[in-house]
């Protein structure tokens, strides 16, 4: 995959608000080959009753089926996640010397019976001491506000960590009412787009994706990257459990390989 350009104003962008989209980053055909694959392990978890993904209640199921780190099981996905296209961009979004993988998932919300996703930050559910990590949010088909685009309230990320959100249960805007004034004022903004395009956004940023009222899922191949020196906190989650490192460690080793250096 070729290098996508990103300037110097796009990363101020991104450091001024906590997001950014970015359009055409995948080519027609490397969307349809990447769909492809996600759609058989969602097929496979159909089929051979697999556990991909940290729940499947029903109440999180409508919020969208997860599959976490389906890199380690599918080489083309692994392909994907490895490329330093998207890695590159994640690097020089946050200014690093490098930027590892933390884990992978792809998010599908179903049509029809379909809940929104409660507004959240993602930081508050990983086990990092430091901030930075970012998200790229990857879109396998057209996202609309009808189907289940990302919004975005700009410049969250600088309130800091705020409290978690149960997002199987959440109401739509539980954590916008401790927000601070300032912040309540501001308009979240949407991120419809082609597929092929995508979002990065900050861990802290604040951030959901309405309910998918079309007669299509929406599919999204979502990539979390740590920058260089993040360290492990103790915290329960289901990629950092697996681990074995001490509280104050930097992340290191094959389940976190280094994606994009400079």
Not at 40 to 69: C, H, M, S, W
Not at 113 to 139: F, I, R
Request: some cysteine; aromatic content about 10%.
């Amino acid at each position: 995959m070729a290098q996508y350009p990103i300037t110097e104003e796009q990363v101020r962008f991104y450091e001024e608000n906590g997001y950014i989209q970015l359009h055409q980053v995948l080519l027609p055909a490397e969307v349809e080959w990447l769909r492809g694959h996600v759609d058989r392990a969602i097929e496979d978890v159909k089929t051979q009753k697999l556990n991909l993904g940290p729940r499947t209640d029903e109440g999180y199921t409508k919020v969208f089926l997860q599959l976490v780190n389906i890199w380690e099981r599918y080489p083309a996905i692994e392909e994907y996640v490895h490329n330093a296209k998207i890695g590159e961009i994640a690097r020089r979004l946050t200014r690093s010397k490098f930027v590892r993988l933390w884990h992978d998932q792809a998010l599908i919300k179903y049509p029809r019976d379909s809940k929104a996703t409660a507004w959240h930050q993602d930081t508050v559910y990983w086990p990092m001491n430091e901030g930075g990590g970012l998200s790229c949010w990857m879109a396998l088909d057209d996202v609309t506000v009808d189907n289940g685009c990302m919004w975005f309230i700009p410049g969250s990320y600088k309130l800091g960590a705020l409290e978690s959100v149960d997002l199987g249960n959440a109401t739509d805007d539980s954590i916008l009412a401790a927000l601070p004034e300032a912040y309540r004022a501001r308009k979240p903004v949407p991120m419809p787009m082609k597929a092929g395009s995508c979002t990065f956004h900050n861990g802290l940023t604040l951030h959901y994706a309405g309910p998918n009222i079309t007669e299509k899922p929406r599919r999204a191949m979502v990539t979390i990257f740590m920058p260089a020196g993040t360290t492990y906190k103790k915290h329960p989650h289901l990629v950092g459990d697996r681990a074995n490192l001490s509280p104050g460690e930097e992340f290191h080793g094959p389940l976190f390989p280094v994606i994009a250096r400079e």
